[in-house]
């Protein structure tokens, strides 16, 4: 292709590819972890966003690459041009020894054609034959001397072209150089950007995260939320039925959460359900573990070292147990159960134990952040069980499971991963009922853990309306805004705060209100119903509708969640990630 062409193709390709104004644009048995399972949100929200930029990094990638391939094609056309001129000037260095030649060959050209005139070289000749032949000379050697100046003249012009033509490819490539020099730049400025966004954002959330495990922290110290089922505290905050009434007028909203925190291994009200419905301590153990043997162990001569306070305020100091006798001063299930929800519970606890010690922690708490102990032994129906399950431990290739347990899940059992902890193979989600869930009915009615009295509530709890966790439409309106403004600006997140916990640059309702006006979003000043969507299979909300003054809007149920646990006021919580709303 000839030069010229390939450069005004380049140029067209140029201004296709980037036209003016292109913008890129080891925890407990039953330890409260929600604050992992809130980091475990933030990171999946991280992710999010790096994969909503992918696909402007592939494109700016791309572009790249086609800016690449066209600048090695002016390499080409940069060769060629550095060619033709070499040519150009070996052409005019050629002219240059022809001067004397076209000089002579125009004035002997002038002269045969001017001054040898017919008749001298007729009188100058003897005979007819000679005339003739001095005559065809003659004209012989006056074509061939018109012939060198016209070629003389015509490798002149040829000249005189090319180098016309040459100087306008050298402009035109200095100027696609330019335009793709600026261009490049602009991409790199496209991609510095984007990547500072990402930045930004990891930034922005990582300072989210601290402060919501700051609000987290200090919302659960003061929930009450049950250890065990073993534990004597009290349901729900504000219980649905009977209602109690927060006092206020109008639409009343309380967010229910189905089970409490951790969700993983043992249900122990979901045992008692099944053991009650006439399964083995094996069913049980099978319905909330997987990939697990029962290995019968040596625990009797195996010892386990007690130090610490118990939840009840008793100190052991350095005592020492052989682990069977360390389970029988365990109190972390209601001795009053059926025997086999007992038995599974007793397995569970001696391989908790067992892991641990076989990963070399010989000293353990006497409360919750591991398991409870007492100085006192627990009941005989509990010694019965784990005499009758003595040195039964579940096992993983070998070794000892962390068998995680906890009072209520909600109707599901879920694996490790799920709630942001370390994967495992043992652990799993699963439905938790006596009959499949595909409704909200379904799960309430089929629920094995259903009776327990932290089966489906509102946490947290206000003493100005009657100590009871319900909202009213300009509370959720507020919580609304807040999910709206992050969702429009990420980087508005650190100020979103709940605004009664006295947290620095918190944006109270009113300039969330604005800020969204800033952005061309209507706020809520009032709520009038708020709709949610599950995933019964897995149990997991997965969207809220808000409608009110401000529209309707739907947001996922794990980026709500987050920031209603942010701003909700009190110690107003969803404890975990299957939640209803009720509204009275």
Not at 132 to 139: F, G, K, M, P
Not at 224 to 234: D, I, M, R, V
Not at 535 to 558: A, I, K, L, Y
């Amino acid at each position: 292709m000839p030069a010229r062409k390939i450069v005004a193709l380049l140029l067209v390709l140029t201004l296709t590819l980037f036209p003016l104004g292109m913008t890129a644009q080891t925890a407990s048995a039953d330890q409260l972890d929600d604050i992992n399972q809130q980091l475990a949100s933030l990171t999946d929200q991280l992710n999010k966003s790096v994969a909503a930029t992918q696909p402007l990094q592939s494109q700016l990638d791309s572009e790249q690459k086609q800016i690449a391939n066209i600048k090695s094609q002016i390499v080409g056309v940069e060769s060629d041009i550095t060619l033709k001129k070499k040519q150009i000037a070996g052409g005019y260095s050629n002219l240059a020894q022809k001067e004397k030649i076209i000089s002579a060959t125009i004035r002997d050209f002038y002269v045969n054609s001017y001054y040898d005139l017919p008749l001298l070289t007729f009188f100058s000749q003897a005979t007819m034959d000679d005339v003739t032949n001095t005559l065809a000379y003659q004209h012989a050697q006056t074509e061939q001397d018109k012939a060198i100046i016209t070629n003389i003249a015509l490798t002149i012009n040829d000249l005189q072209s090319e180098k016309t033509q040459l100087q306008q490819e050298e402009s035109w490539l200095s100027d696609t150089q330019t335009k793709l020099d600026a261009d490049t730049a602009k991409l790199n400025t496209v991609i510095t950007g984007a990547q500072a966004y990402q930045t930004q954002l990891s930034n922005q959330i990582a300072s989210l995260t601290q402060q919501q495990e700051q609000l987290v922290a200090q919302k659960q110290a003061s929930l009450g939320l049950p250890t065990t089922a073993y534990t004597t505290s009290g349901g729900c905050a504000s219980d649905l039925n009977p209602y109690k009434d927060p006092g206020f007028g109008g639409t009343k909203f309380g967010f229910f959460t189905y089970g409490v925190p951790n969700r993983v291994g043992l249900n122990q009200y979901g045992a008692k359900g099944r053991a009650e419905a006439g399964q083995s301590y094996n069913d049980i153990l099978n319905a909330y573990y997987a990939n697990f043997q029962i290995t019968t162990m040596s625990t009797s001569s195996t010892n386990v070292t007690v130090n610490g306070t118990n939840d009840s305020g008793e100190t052991f100091s350095n005592q020492t147990f052989t682990v069977e006798d360390y389970l029988k001063h365990i109190y972390e299930m209601p001795s009053g159960w059926p025997a086999e929800a007992l038995k599974s519970q007793a397995i569970a606890a001696r391989s908790y134990v067992m892991h641990a010690i076989t990963n070399g922690q010989t000293t353990v708490l006497p409360n919750t952040q591991f398991q409870e102990v007492k100085t006192e032994l627990n009941a005989q129906p509990w010694i019965d069980a784990v005499n009758a399950t003595a040195g039964q431990v579940m096992t993983s290739g070998g070794q000892p499971i962390e068998a995680w347990f906890s009072s209520t899940h909600g109707g599901y059992t879920h694996a490790s991963s799920d709630i942001g902890w370390s994967s495992t193979s043992y652990t799993k989600t699963a439905q938790d009922a006596s009959g499949s869930i595909n409704s909200w009915s379904d799960l309430n009615n089929n629920a094995y853990d259903k009776e327990s009295p932290w089966f489906y509530c509102d946490w947290g709890s206000r003493s100005q309306y009657n100590g009871t966790a319900w909202m009213n439409s300009s509370d959720v309106a507020d919580i609304a805004n807040v999910v709206l403004l992050s969702q429009t600006d990420a980087s508005t997140t650190p100020h979103l705060s709940q605004t009664d916990k006295g947290i620095p640059d918190t944006w109270s309702s009113d300039q969330v209100q604005q800020e969204l006006k800033n952005r061309g979003v209507t706020p809520y000043t009032s709520v009038s119903n708020v709709t949610v969507s599950a995933d019964f299979g897995s149990g997991n909300t997965t969207t809220v509708t808000v409608n009110g003054d401000g529209g309707s809007h739907s947001f996922s149920g794990s980026n709500f969640k987050t920031l209603f646990d942010l701003r909700a006021p009190a110690n107003i919580q969803i404890v975990g990630p299957l939640f209803n709303v009720e509204i009275k």
